[in-house]
């Protein structure tokens, strides 16, 4: 079974300051999409990221970046000095298509979230 | 501006009752997602549809039901029968399931008491 775990649940930095989130996901197909989303107060979440598991090419967005490593199958997403506006609850998220036309197939399995507070 | 629409953004309800939360999109997306969300947990599929006029149980789909009429509407139903009704919902949207990213509403909070 499919699974996300972020195991960071706060985390607390000062504006500046830069951030990792870390994201650690488990899954037997060996074709599957991860994805980052952002959930600022308002509560709409924001897509930031997807990554297919053929493509281990790190990327760099502005201030985020994110860390793709299959051996450790991990997602990490940092954040170059942080600002207030960063303070949101972070999602990481995978989902698997390695069994086509199965009941799991394309379900989006979410991490429990990290809550960062950025501090002025 | 091509979005997802959910209302209203706050509900309150008295247990037994059934409630209806509303979810319309515009972006022409075919599939469409019912999410819960509780403190401290992640995302909870209730019911997703990839087309009009058919849809599929989630993760925790008792006591909740839907409807696909139309293609830019998928209302979410929280019946009597549900046992913890109280939580924060969100309604998503896609082009299909599995690789694209999905689209958020901006959630209903349902108090039932």
């Known amino acids: 079974a499919q699974k996300v775990t972020q195991a960071q649940t706060e985390i607390s930095v000062v504006e500046k300051e830069d951030v990792t989130l870390d994201c650690v996901y488990e899954?037997?197909?060996?074709?599957?999409?991860l994805f980052w989303y952002k959930q600022p107060p308002s509560g709409e979440l924001v897509f930031l990221i997807r990554r297919n598991s053929f493509d281990e090419q790190n990327e760099i967005s502005g201030r985020y970046s994110w860390n793709f490593q299959k051996s450790t199958s991990s997602f990490n997403f940092t954040i170059t000095a942080s600002q207030v506006v960063d303070s949101a609850v972070y999602f990481c998220?995978?989902?698997?298509?390695?069994?086509?036309?199965?009941?799991?197939?394309?379900?989006?399995?979410f991490g429990q979230g990290t809550i960062l507070t950025v501090h002025p | 501006d091509g979005g997802i629409t959910q209302s209203p953004k706050y509900l309150f309800r008295k247990e037994g009752q059934n409630v209806t939360l509303s979810c319309e999109q515009n972006l022409n997306h075919d599939a469409m997602y019912w999410y819960r969300q509780d403190p401290g947990q992640g995302l909870r599929l209730i019911y997703y549809?990839?087309?009009?006029?058919?849809?599929q149980k989630g993760d925790i789909a008792e006591g909740y039901s839907v409807s696909r009429e139309k293609k830019e509407s998928f209302p979410l139903t929280v019946t009597s029968a549900q046992k913890n009704p109280t939580a924060f919902y969100l309604c998503?949207?896609?082009?299909?399931?599995?690789?694209?990213?999905?689209?958020f509403g901006n959630g209903t909070r349902l108090t039932v008491t």
């Open positions: 899954t037997r197909d060996t074709t599957y999409y």
């Open positions: 998220a995978l989902s698997e298509l390695g069994n086509a036309g199965g009941t799991s197939y394309g379900k989006l399995t």
């Open positions: 998503a949207s896609s082009w299909d399931r599995g690789r694209s990213p999905l689209h």
């Open positions: 549809s990839q087309i009009v006029n058919d849809f």
